[in-house]
């Protein structure tokens, strides 16, 4: 049975989609929220791919559809908006691509000798349990400071067993769960529009 495979490489660039309101909080300062239904792989965090093409069709998707969420009241207050602001202006964000750089690669690397970031390079069974079980979490883990490994299809995640979760082929996630590792240990090269 074929597993997708992918590598983490923490010299390369990492590329977050998102859309031009919320860059430019991000450029100032990464909050890690809980998140209500929760619904990503590794739990609440900052998501990162080394794939630019898989983060431009993210945002891409998200800004055609107008699937942007309303941020919660401590990120609206960062923003200077009310609820009524955002959903007023909701159809005018534009999709921008966050271009970054990991600060001290080998720090990464200690990272992943002291387990504090997971690091899941096939779509094995460990992966699927570990997908199975965070994407039923609001909160982050408080055991480990980041994940690595592919992105789940939307299809398995739904069934009545983790066996069935599958992988996207070529698509990886690097999540950063705490706060203060994604702000002092990432660089913000560029952001461009897509």
């Known amino acids: 049975m074929y597993l997708p495979e992918v590598e983490f490489q923490p010299t390369t660039f990492f590329f977050h989609g ?11 300062e990464i909050i890690i929220t809980k998140r209500k239904g929760a619904g990503v792989d590794f739990g609440p965090g900052f998501y990162l791919t080394q794939n630019i093409e898989q983060a431009k069709e993210f945002t891409k998707i998200r800004t055609k559809t107008n699937n942007w969420a309303v941020p919660q009241k401590n990120i609206l207050d960062k923003l200077n908006m009310s609820v009524s602001d955002f959903l007023g202006m909701k159809n005018q964000l534009e999709p921008v691509i966050m271009v970054y750089k990991l600060k001290n690669p080998s720090y990464w690397e200690e990272l992943i000798k002291d387990k504090q970031l997971i690091l899941f390079n096939k779509a094995n069974m460990n992966w699927k349990r570990h997908v199975w079980t965070w ?60």
Request: some cysteine; glycine content about 8%.
């Open 18 to 28: 998102t859309n031009n309101l919320y860059a430019k909080l991000i450029s100032k």
């Open 135 to 194: 994407r039923l979490s609001e909160e982050p883990p408080i055991d480990w400071l980041a994940t690595f490994g592919p992105v789940a299809d939307g299809g398995g995640i739904y069934s009545s067993t983790f066996e069935n979760i599958k992988a996207f082929d070529g698509m990886d996630q690097l999540a950063i769960h705490d706060e203060t590792l994604v702000n002092d240990y990432l660089d913000l090269v560029e952001v461009t529009t897509c």
